[in-house]
């Protein structure tokens, strides 16, 4: 069973950067695609990025291109999504998540099949 876990969260100025780490407890880490979804309060979650299992293909929200990077380590069992010029826009709870098919998130033809607990992300102006 897949258990994911996120930290990095916190609060920082617009501007500024942060990066965010999700770990695998479980054994077949390298089996899945990852990524990254938020939700800010009174909106719906919504995909971030993605990354295929062997890290050869990511996938953006036209909202982060260029700002964030997600990049996996699988000998860590850690998927890491970097931000970058944080605006206050992208203040969320953001989810760590696990499947199948990265592509199909970004599609939106699909949802991941796990999720992490979430970590707050604060952007102030």
């Known amino acids: 069973q897949v258990q994911l876990a996120e930290s990095g969260g916190g609060l920082v100025q617009a501007g500024g950067s942060l990066r965010l780490s999700c770990a695998d407890s479980?054994?077949?880490?390298?089996?899945?695609?990852m990524g990254w979804f938020r939700q800010a309060p009174g909106k719906e979650r919504e995909f971030v990025a993605a990354?295929?299992?062997?890290?050869?293909?990511?996938y953006y929200a036209d909202s982060v291109k260029g700002r964030f990077t997600i990049s996996r380590d699988n000998a860590k069992n850690t998927v890491y999504l970097q931000m970058n010029s944080l605006r206050p826009e992208d203040t969320a709870v953001y989810y760590c998540?696990?499947?199948?098919?990265?592509?199909?998130?970004?599609?939106?033809?699909?949802?991941?099949?796990?999720w992490g607990q979430g970590t707050q992300v604060t952007v102030s102006s």
């Open positions: 990354i295929s299992r062997n890290g050869g293909s990511t």
């Open positions: 998540a696990a499947g199948p098919y990265g592509s199909s998130w970004y599609l939106r033809q699909a949802e991941p099949n796990y």
């Open positions: 479980g054994r077949t880490f390298s089996s899945y695609a």
